[in-house]
């Protein structure tokens, strides 16, 4: 196994180790893709060294890393505004494994996406995956006794401080994921088109 | 000039009542000036389809041009007359035709770029999840924006946490029933075919093409030929070796 598929999986494990002991299932999702995606060249061409390009890999360490070291200060520190950073953290973990599948796609399917499309797809899905963050807090809203219907709400302020806290994750992920686009699309233009378009075998580190 | 068609008469006559229901509600009731704008702005976005094929930009099949003007005066008429107030499951109507007319525009513009840009190809199989994926994007958007206007604004777009969930599940639900459509479609049909009775202009072609407007028109063409798969034995070999690895990139350049 390369190097950056090893570090990426170590640190996916760590954070969905984390994720399980604070209860927190909805950072799972980001982990849990995260490995599946490091694997999926591995399991398809059954070659333990295949990846993706190196600098795709080096993105998808950097929110790993930040995540884990949110997590650990926020155990001491307890930052007010931890989760809002931890959303932003997982929508540039998922973006960098969209652009990760983007590549898998041009790689094993039909499908030739060039730079600035492998952007969009990985928007696209970072985005998709916020929704899933919001289904899960109207569930936990509803489970906990907050208002949830027109009827239960005296005032239109009210109505806002809850409805921010529902679409707090996709707010989060809309605004972060347009600057990370910017700045991937940019950051690609370094990376080789074949190098988006190719399974790279281990070792090119 | 182009003569009158169903198309443009349908987007008149819906455009025109909108137009009378405003002026009504402006003169007999007392609609803010949000509602009044929403119906203005509505009437104009229903004549977009009839422009477009006037100005030569685009010819929309009738069926589509049918479900924008549904969508966008079942949105208008609810805002101008209450209907988003009044009527529980309206909202639900107006955001499922919304989220299906925004679908089958990305399904056709997603149709255009596989013809036209010869850098990009999505093959039949995966357009309906590029398709999922941009409209659930755009619906969050939509969401997204309406929880900056109220915040802004002070306005009640999102009435509750309730509201914004079922919105969402009626975005999801139509970007499935497009998703779904859009595979069906393309089982038994090219893209060529549909672009084709578009009737796009040619700068709108070039624009897609990405070409710079000194080089020959862009062909119709799809490019339907599977990509050489790095996981094929002969490519592996390209990968590996050093000569063989040039023939490789020459080949995935000549795609460009």
Redesign the interface.
Known sequence: MNRYSLVILVLAIAMASMSVWRGDWDSLIVPVIGIAVVLAPMI??GDPNKGYDKHLMAIAVIPLVAFIVLFVANLFLDFEYYYQVSIAIQAFASMAFGMMIAVF??????????RR?VV??A???A??I??LY??ST?YW?ASTG?????G??SN?LE??V??????LP??V??FATIVYAVVFNEYLKRVD??EL???C?GGEI | MKKIDLSDLVCMFAAAILLLMTILSAVGTDRTAYKLWTGILCALFCLIPMLFRHAGVMKLPLAFIVLIEVAIFAHAYGVLLMRYDDIVWYDTVTHTFSTIAVGLCVFYALMAVQIFDRKTRFGPRWIPLLVALIVMTFSIYWEVLELVVDTLTGINMQYSPWDTIRDMVCNSAAALVVTVSARFYLKSHTCEGFIESLELHPSLKRFISRRPKKEEQPVLEDHGSRIPDSMDPSVSEGIAGSTSSATKRIDYDSRK
């Open positions: 398809v061409t796609l041009n790689a094993r399917t039909e499908i030739s996406l060039p499309w969009v797809f928007l696209t899905f985005c998709s916020s929704v919001t289904f109207i809203m907050y208002p949830l219907y027109n239960d709400f239109t109505n806002d809850v409805n921010m806290m529902l679409m996709m707010a992920t809309t088109s074949l378009s190719r399974l075998p």
